[in-house]
């Protein structure tokens, strides 16, 4: 009876061995997170401590053009990330990060020199072209802009990259009130990214463009209002009209 009891006691003890070897490589991989995840951590930390700074800073009196700006101290810990870990999905965080931070301090020309060193094939142009495009609107000048954006869209190895070129072009064109070209523009993306969500945001903007410009008629619609009323454009013709876009978005 002692060694039946025994020769149970055994087998569990050995079931419970093969278990926990089994669970060991499980255990290891869950246990260590994956190095792309433990920079993605770093990074998402630096970026918080950034915006902290910059907070404090604003806060205290502080101005977006002073040298001793904290992003400018940021700006350059994240370039030189970037130069530390080339090709890795964190570097295109850092770079899309100094990028900003140098467009927070107006440091255009910095950032056109920073921008000249990336080759077009480097998968953070997607976003850094974006953040240049809002530079050259916070300066009120687009030439740099177009001419980098231009060369992207017949460079860039991406082609969501070239998308976002093209389609960036058209906003700067829309922004100085060059409709010819903003129009041009918004229509070689919507034919050449067809399905895109560059395409169909590109699409909206052409029809804004064609019926929702300054001094045009309002584009003539029938509606049922939330009391199940009818509402028409047309009803109010000859009146003064207010009408308020907004989205649930």
Request: hydrophobic share 40%.
């Amino acid at each position: 009876m002692a060694q039946k009891s025994f020769t149970r006691l055994f087998g569990s003890l050995l079931c419970l061995l093969l278990l926990a070897v089994a669970a060991l490589p499980s255990i290891a991989q869950t246990g260590k997170p994956k190095r792309s995840d433990r920079e993605k951590a770093r990074l998402d930390a630096m970026i918080a401590q950034a915006k902290k700074e910059e907070e404090q800073f604003s806060k205290s009196g502080g101005k977006s053009d002073d040298a001793h700006h904290p992003n400018l101290k940021w700006a350059a810990t994240f370039w030189r990330y970037r130069l530390k870990h080339p090709g890795t999905t964190a570097t295109t965080v850092a770079t899309t990060q100094t990028f900003t931070l140098l467009s927070r301090t107006n440091s255009f020309n910095e950032m056109q020199a920073k921008a000249d060193t990336l080759k077009f094939d480097d998968p953070a142009w997607e976003r850094v072209i974006h953040v240049l495009l809002f530079a050259s609107m916070r300066a009120k000048e687009y030439s740099y802009f177009i001419t980098k954006a231009d060369a992207l869209t017949q460079s860039a190895a991406d082609p969501t990259t070239r998308a976002r070129a093209r389609f960036d072009i058209a906003d700067a064109y829309w922004k100085q009130g060059n409709i010819a070209q903003a129009r041009a523009n918004f229509q070689t993306v919507i034919a050449q990214y067809p399905k895109t969500s560059y395409a169909e945001e590109a699409e909206g903007n052409v029809r804004e463009i064609d019926f929702l410009n300054v001094g045009q008629l309002g584009p003539p619609f029938e509606r049922t209002t939330i009391n199940g009323d009818r509402l028409s454009l047309a009803d109010f013709k000859g009146k003064v009209v207010v009408l308020k876009f907004w989205g649930t978005y």
